[in-house]
């Protein structure tokens, strides 16, 4: 009998780690998601991932529960552990502190000023540590993480709900529903992993949506330049604290009898309206780490044609609307055949009658 | 051991007689698609398939290969041999004379004045009838067939290259390519299968088209309403007897150098141009029994609107073109929501970087 027969790899444990980590998707929000496991003689004895931001990190969380047995266990977990004070101490002193003997980490700090500072700390320590298993894995687990360190700016990701034939309504705007109950359910499910939900106010005119997930309320922010928004639409009436509206100060805006609570944004078509990086600058300036624009055609295409859509979800309903006039998916300025995004890293999959493509779109 | 320990099924040998058939898919027009094996004891001891009309029938073919072993042998055939006498004898007559046992047939004669016949005539002369494996299958092989003896008219199938969000070209209506060489291939190897590929003047004067397939050259059909098609284009300076050119006699029609190899037929707008079901008519009354429609985006939108389109092959390149002012896959008037097709029997298949959705379209 082989001594290593059953023996688990190191990928295997970080695999529960990303696991562990992905409990919390959109709840950890502006930190990392994080999950760790605890390993003696290639057995999980503790485990433990981060829960919101204020709460204990992954480590410390699996370190308290492994107690006197962490002492000589081997640590996995899926990003590079802090190095500074955060709003609890680092992590890289509980880890000394507890006896560890080997650190596995399947990718570093994003931050290139923090990179590999708490595994120089950890090496120093007399522990052992090991990098890399599942980056690629890990990394796009932290996909908005990433992004913010960055770039300092929000991850963001477009969904839309379309016809085979990329159109989103027909010309007088009717939209319910293109797809199907069990692709929106899914779609509301996603926005349970962002921060805030974007949409034009056009949308919220058509179709006066709500916009929340099934776990929480997000953030809402809407473009309204001329202040077409109605006070009676559900998202000022309801959790008008949610809602952020990006308005102009130019003469002829209507807007009127917004409650205080929602936050209006005077801006004018360059600053910041249509010129989304500075948008995207105001929302992130005030905590807002993704960002997931739901339409309607000329939003996302505003957004498309600046280069800012990180990822993208496509629903498409198998199903022809056709028609000269009825309203593409994406509109505004387009891209020349060269010049058109590529989406990356494609994903299919079929969600009741309706389809379901992912990926990451790559500019030129 | 059983005595049926790998007795293979009628299932089994109606899908050899499928795969048969399939050989000549795109060179039997105007007759169906079959394929016939003879069993004995089990084992296949002959078989054959329909090449072309006018070369003999699967069934006779099988049996003929089959010689004096044919008597007692079990025929399959996909569907329901001929009773009446064509370009050749019927092969109802050579199954009884071959003494073949037992015939197992996949579908009936779509013809609902012959279906039935020879299955009597068969059993009249004390020869086991079967029919039912596969039937499915079977009636989607020869979907251009049953639509054609059930319709009187052309089965018409839409063929699209699009990006995900509908876009098949730039509002300058540059398409040089949508889709990657292995798509293009592909979409070629489809031209094969069916008749004649139409596409309306637009697509001719941008792309300048060969509009072959990879083992025949189709015929051509061009709806050119005024006579904008130039006399130097490829369609018309190459195999001009396979071109036929649908165009209008009002005045300002600009038609001059056709060569008079070239069909034209003129119509009014009425009558055929954009009366589709009557410019199928005239296709059909001169043997055209299957119809690919490749664009562009008014000429497949007429076609859908006057819910003519019978299959659908729709080629995703996973790009993001954008724009409101780009050219739509699907354009004409469309449908109202409640009115969009359904497409049925979704299949997907990712060939090469691009995807390729197909489907058969059901009208409201």
């Known amino acids: 009998m082989r001594e290593d027969l059953g023996m688990k790899s190191d990928a295997y444990f970080i695999e ?47 370190i308290k529960r492994g107690g006197s047995e962490a002492k000589g266990a081997t640590l996995y977990v899926n990003l590079e552990p802090c190095y500074h004070y955060g709003r609890t101490p680092p992590c890289v002193g ?10 596995v980490i399947a990718t570093s700090d994003p931050n290139p000023l923090v990179k590999g500072k708490s595994m120089r700390k950890l090496k120093n320590a007399g522990i052992e540590v090991k990098l890399g298993p ?17 770039e300092k700016r929000p991850f963001v990701v477009a969904k839309l709900a379309q016809t085979l034939d990329g159109k989103i309504a027909t010309r007088s705007g009717s939209s319910k529903w293109i797809t199907s109950e069990k692709a929106r359910h899914y779609a509301r499910s996603l926005r349970d992993k962002y921060d805030c939900v974007l949409v034009g106010v056009n949308t919220v005119i058509n179709d006066n949506p709500h916009l929340n997930g ?8 809407v473009i309204d330049p001329r202040g077409r928004i109605s006070h009676n639409s559900y998202l000022v009436r309801k959790n008008p604290q949610k809602l952020f509206l990006f308005t102009s100060s130019t ?9 205080a609570k929602v936050k209006i944004f005077n801006l004018d078509k360059k600053k910041g309206l249509f010129n989304l ?12 780490t993704s960002v997931f624009v739901e339409g309607g055609s000329q939003t996302l ?35 020349s055949l060269k010049k058109c995004p590529v989406i990356k890293e494609v994903s299919i999959k079929r969600i009741g009658q309706d389809i379901l493509i992912s990926g990451y779109p790559v500019y030129k």
């Open 134 to 150: 599942c980056i690629d894995e890990a990394k796009r687990l932290n996909e908005v993480f990433f992004k913010n360190i960055k």
């Open 251 to 259: 003469k002829g805006n209507k807007l009127k009898n917004i409650p």
């Open 214 to 221: 099934l776990k929480k309320i997000p953030l809402k922010a």
């Open 16 to 62: 529960k780690t990303i696991n562990l980590a992905k409990k919390a998707e959109g709840f950890t929000s502006p930190n990392p998601l994080v999950g760790a496991v605890l390993v003696r003689n290639n057995k999980i004895i503790a485990q433990g991932y981060h829960k919101k931001a204020g709460l204990p990190h992954a480590e410390i969380e699996a």
């Open 301 to 335: 295409g505003r957004f498309f044609d600046q280069k800012l859509i990180d990822k993208i979800h496509l629903f498409l309903a198998p199903k022809i609307m056709g028609g000269k006039d009825s309203i593409t998916s994406i509109g505004a300025k387009g891209f």
């Open 277 to 288: 990086k500075e948008l995207l600058r105001i929302l992130y300036a005030r905590g807002i």
């Open 94 to 103: 509980g880890i000394i502190k507890a006896g560890i003997k080997k650190v």
